[in-house]
């Protein structure tokens, strides 16, 4: 049966329509919640910047805070580990002292951060001070524990200055620890070093080199020493 509409609820509904101002303009509906509010792809990104900025911020020292990198491999490598963690390689920046190994290294790391990633922790430190966190004597032994626990397993470790400290067997047995761990559970590593990658055997052992060629991407960091030439 055909539904009847009286004028007076016609009228009554246009008065209704116009005191509170209602747009009745036939358009799309736009069902998408606001931006600032949970459920919102937007929000939920900034959220996620937000929060993996705090940690990078935290586990950065101060003259690195703001590091930024255009070196396109670095860029790339980040965008990889932003995309998928589990899947990306550990990244080697070698090259001569002040061509910004260092502050590519934070860079590449705030880049991921900035990308919003679904996971996002960070543990940086250099080869001489996790050494000397680790070596017996240092802290409690539940301490150093703690230490290596956190080296181990954390999504992604910056350790800067390899082959910077004289070698001995405590270093070879510390580093290839933490190398192998990370080489086999595939968690990237961004490692700095002044030495190029075919003197790693030489410095490191053929074992730790080994893993250390095929887990990285490597890129060669060049130019003039930055801190001579500002
Ligand atoms: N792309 C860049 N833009 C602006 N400043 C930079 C850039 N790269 C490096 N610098 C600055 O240049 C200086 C040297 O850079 P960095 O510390 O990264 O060098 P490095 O290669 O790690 O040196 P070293 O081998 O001595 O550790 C730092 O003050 C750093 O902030
Ligand atoms: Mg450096």
Redesign the pocket.
Known sequence: MPMTVDAPFLNRLARIVRERGLDTTSGPVDDAPDPDLPGHPAYHHRQRVTAALTKFERATPP??LT?S?DHPKVCAWADQVAADVSQAPSLLLW?G????????AFGAVRRVALAGPGRFGFLATTFPDLYAALRPGAGTSEEREQVMRRVLSVPILLLD?LGTTAASLWTEETTYRIVNHRYTRMLPVVI?T?EPPARLPELLGDRIASRLIEMTTRVE?TGRD??LTR
């Open positions: 003259r690195y590091a990198t090259g002292t002040g061509t910004g190994k260092t502050h590519a200055d700095t002044n960091m930055r801190r």
